[in-house]
């Protein structure tokens, strides 16, 4: 809760503690990503003169430009290394914002899991929404053999996502450093411009042990896929580099030479920091999430000049709404206030989608939801079209949504607010978030309701022993798989962020969106009134 002056009321000291553990944790986690194969490969990687991913991607940005990195917890709680082998993000080369697809060679040869397939798909789903060009960063292995059955067949949209995205006229370009072997020759072979290092990259659908099975042929490394013979005799490559940093300055002049325009309105520059303390974002969360807290704190700690024009705001005051301006560009925000999303929520919500689809204005949703109200009233006041009626709008509108889970995301609420399925253009959490289709309790309570019944309708007895157990262990289990840590290991976000972080995060994502053009709507379907 803030005072008139805007300051936080003495916030609960254990509000900041509980987020302080959770960032720790976080970062161990990150460290994991970052550290990669583990020493004993990093180690040979540089003996053999080698850069590593990330400074391979230092090097390629502009210097000291940011670099957000997306997905970084990929593959947490599966078999996989977390980061899933490849570290994606967007960063700015020569002025112009990249998506960028690194192979960590450190990682199984650089090798594609499952978890690092889904992660690169997602980072060209996000080049291609927003027009980014699309700068691939090869040494890879290709598929991981052993997990082919789950990557082979849906990998394939890697390849056809290159092409379609030159033929949407963003451009797509491969920096070869090593291997680039069967699948993995089609990164090059798809995309519009081609680097290859001399004597390092090697690229060939078959390399000679399979080419000696296949035909008896005896070839070596060189001639069947050196980036010599690819820059004379193929054509396959465009450039030849003489080493890994000659690969990043020609790649820098590619982007140099695109000539590049962003498609959208651009910010207004002379804008101010938000008055409020940003540092004070820690404090208000609550530890425990049943507690409520006020999304105004929030707001005003992230927006230009703490400004905030609130809409409606004595109607379905459980939602807060209204018009602000972050880092330059104008935003309409929607926020959870008391949890739970009523009619007269609903109706509010898909009035102000309205509203900022008439005036081409990004959405920035603020998740703290634990869904809509249930109950015998609410069902006759008509909260099932009410709720539809704003998940129409949301689905409809085709301004750019930026989604927040600052706590709870349950239900159909998360689907309200723009969750992951809603396809916001970029859509993050707090590490205080949790994210399911209700509480574990509630769901651990609906599990024995329903087999307390069905045992009485078989005229069974029901042991109560057995229910306290069930209970016990589904309340862990849907615990556990709400977590935000486990949500991003299974890319159903783009990263868990420092709450302190957001304001920045949300403005490069708003630099980014407006690589496209920003258009609203007025072809909503039928609302059901
Ligand atoms: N799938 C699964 N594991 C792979 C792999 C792949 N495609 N490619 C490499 N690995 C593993 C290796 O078995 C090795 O594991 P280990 O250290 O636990 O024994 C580790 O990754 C490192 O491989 P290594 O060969 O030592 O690394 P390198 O840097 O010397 O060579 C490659 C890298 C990619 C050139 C080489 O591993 C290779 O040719 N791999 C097979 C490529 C291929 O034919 N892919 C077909 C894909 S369709």
Same mark, same amino acid.
């Given at each position: 809760?803030? @005072?008139?002056?805007?300051?936080?009321?003495?916030?609960?000291?254990?509000?900041?503690?509980? &987020?302080?553990?959770?960032? =720790?944790?976080?970062?161990?986690?990150?460290?994991?990503?970052?550290?990669?194969?583990?020493?004993?490969?990093?180690?040979?990687?540089?003996?053999?003169?080698?850069?590593?991913?990330?400074?391979?991607?230092?090097? /390629?940005? @502009?210097?000291?430009?940011?670099? %957000?990195?997306?997905?970084?917890?990929?593959?947490?709680?599966?078999?996989?290394?977390?980061?899933?082998?490849?570290?994606?993000?967007? +960063?700015?080369? $020569?002025?112009?914002?990249?998506?960028?697809?690194?192979?960590?060679?450190?990682?199984?040869?650089?090798?594609?899991?499952?978890?690092?397939?889904?992660? !690169?798909?997602?980072?060209?789903?996000?080049? $291609?929404?927003?027009?980014?060009? /699309?700068?691939?960063?090869?040494?890879?292995?290709? =598929?991981?053999?052993?997990?082919?059955?789950?990557?082979?067949?849906?990998?394939?949209?890697?390849?056809?996502?290159?092409?379609?995205?030159?033929?949407?006229?963003?451009?797509?370009?491969?920096?070869?450093?090593?291997?680039?072997? *069967?699948?993995?020759?089609?990164?090059?072979?798809?995309?519009?411009?081609?680097?290859?290092?001399?004597?390092?990259?090697?690229?060939? /659908?078959?390399?000679?042990?399979?080419?000696?099975?296949?035909?008896? $042929?005896?070839?070596?490394?060189?001639?069947?896929?050196?980036?010599?013979?690819?820059?004379?005799?193929?054509?396959? =490559?465009?450039?030849?580099?003489?080493?890994?940093?000659?690969?990043?300055?020609? !790649?820098?002049?590619?982007?140099?030479? %695109?000539?590049?325009?962003?498609? +959208?309105?651009?910010?207004?520059?002379?804008?101010?920091?938000?008055? %409020?303390?940003?540092?004070?974002?820690?404090?208000?969360?609550?530890?425990?999430?049943?507690?409520?807290?006020?999304?105004?704190?929030?707001?005003?700690?992230?927006?230009?000049?703490?400004?905030? @024009?609130?809409?409606?705001?004595?109607?379905?005051?459980?939602?807060?709404? +209204?018009?602000?301006? /972050?880092?330059?560009?104008?935003?309409?925000?929607?926020?959870?206030?008391?949890?739970?999303?009523?009619?007269?929520?609903?109706?509010?919500? *898909?009035?102000?989608?309205?509203?900022?689809?008439?005036? @081409?204005?990004?959405?920035?949703?603020?998740?703290?939801?634990?869904?809509?109200?249930?109950?015998?009233?609410?069902?006759?006041?008509?909260?099932?079209?009410?709720?539809? &009626?704003?998940?129409?709008?949301?689905?409809?509108?085709?301004?750019?949504? #930026?989604?927040?889970? &600052?706590?709870?995301?349950?239900? *159909?609420?998360?689907?309200?607010?723009?969750?992951?399925?809603?396809?916001?253009?970029?859509?993050?959490?707090?590490?205080?978030?949790?994210?399911?289709?209700?509480?574990?309790?509630?769901?651990?309570?609906?599990?024995?309701?329903?087999?307390?019944?069905?045992?009485?309708?078989?005229?069974?007895?029901?042991?109560?022993?057995?229910?306290?157990?069930?209970?016990?262990?589904?309340?862990?289990?849907?615990?556990?798989?709400?977590?935000?840590?486990?949500?991003?290991?299974? #890319?159903?976000?783009?990263?868990?962020?420092?709450?302190?972080?957001?304001?920045?995060? #949300?403005?490069?994502?708003?630099?980014?969106?407006?690589?496209?053009?920003?258009?609203?709507?007025? *072809?909503? !379907?039928?609302?059901?009134?």
């Amino acid at each position: 809760m803030t @005072d008139s002056a805007g300051t936080l009321e003495a916030a609960p000291p254990d509000n900041r503690d509980s &987020m302080l553990t959770k960032l =720790a944790e976080l970062r161990t986690e990150q460290e994991k990503a970052v550290a990669g194969g583990g020493p004993k490969y990093t180690e040979r990687h540089r003996k053999r003169g080698k850069l590593l991913a990330r400074e391979r991607i230092e090097l /390629l940005i @502009d210097e000291d430009s940011p670099f %957000l990195e997306l997905s970084p917890l990929a593959a947490y709680g599966t078999s996989y290394p977390v980061g899933g082998s490849v570290v994606t993000g967007i +960063g700015v080369i $020569e002025g112009v914002e990249c998506m960028l697809i690194a192979s960590d060679p450190t990682v199984k040869g650089g090798s594609i899991n499952p978890s690092g397939m889904k992660k !690169g798909l997602r980072a060209a789903e996000i080049a $291609e929404q927003n027009r980014l060009p /699309l700068i691939n960063l090869v040494e890879s292995g290709g =598929a991981d053999l052993p997990t082919q059955k789950d990557i082979f067949i849906p990998g394939g949209k890697t390849f056809r996502n290159l092409t379609r995205s030159s033929a949407a006229r963003v451009p797509t370009i491969a920096l070869v450093f090593g291997s680039s072997t *069967a699948g993995g020759a089609y990164l090059p072979g798809m995309s519009d411009y081609v680097v290859m290092v001399a004597e390092r990259a090697k690229v060939f /659908l078959g390399g000679p042990p399979l080419v000696k099975m296949a035909t008896g $042929e005896e070839a070596d490394d060189e001639e069947l896929g050196g980036a010599e013979m690819h820059a004379r005799t193929s054509g396959l =490559a465009d450039y030849l580099a003489v080493d890994e940093q000659d690969a990043i300055r020609l !790649g820098r002049r590619i982007v140099a030479r %695109l000539n590049w325009r962003k498609h +959208g309105p651009s910010p207004r520059s002379d804008y101010a920091e938000p008055v %409020l303390d940003g540092e004070e974002l820690l404090d208000i969360v609550p530890s425990d999430l049943k507690v409520p807290f006020d999304p105004r704190d929030v707001i005003r700690r992230i927006v230009d000049g703490s400004e905030f @024009d609130e809409f409606k705001p004595l109607y379905g005051s459980s939602l807060v709404t +209204g018009w602000a301006q /972050l880092h330059g560009y104008p935003i309409g925000i929607l926020a959870n206030a008391q949890g739970v999303l009523f009619s007269s929520e609903s109706q509010k919500a *898909a009035q102000f989608i309205q509203l900022a689809n008439q005036i @081409d204005t990004p959405l920035l949703f603020l998740h703290n939801t634990t869904g809509y109200m249930v109950g015998r009233d609410y069902e006759r006041g008509g909260i099932i079209k009410h709720g539809s &009626m704003m998940i129409n709008a949301v689905s409809n509108s085709t301004v750019p949504h #930026l989604s927040v889970l &600052m706590g709870a995301s349950y239900g *159909a609420g998360h689907y309200g607010m723009c969750g992951r399925a809603y396809d916001p253009r970029f859509l993050f959490a707090w590490p205080s978030a949790k994210s399911a289709v209700m509480g574990p309790a509630q769901l651990a309570g609906v599990l024995s309701i329903v087999a307390r019944a069905a045992a009485a309708a078989r005229g069974a007895e029901y042991s109560e022993e057995n229910d306290a157990a069930m209970r016990a262990m589904v309340e862990g289990q849907i615990e556990a798989e709400s977590m935000p840590m486990f949500l991003s290991g299974m #890319l159903y976000d783009d990263g868990i962020i420092d709450p302190r972080d957001t304001r920045t995060v #949300l403005g490069l994502c708003l630099s980014v969106v407006h690589n496209a053009p920003v258009r609203g709507t007025d *072809a909503f !379907g039928v609302f059901r009134m």
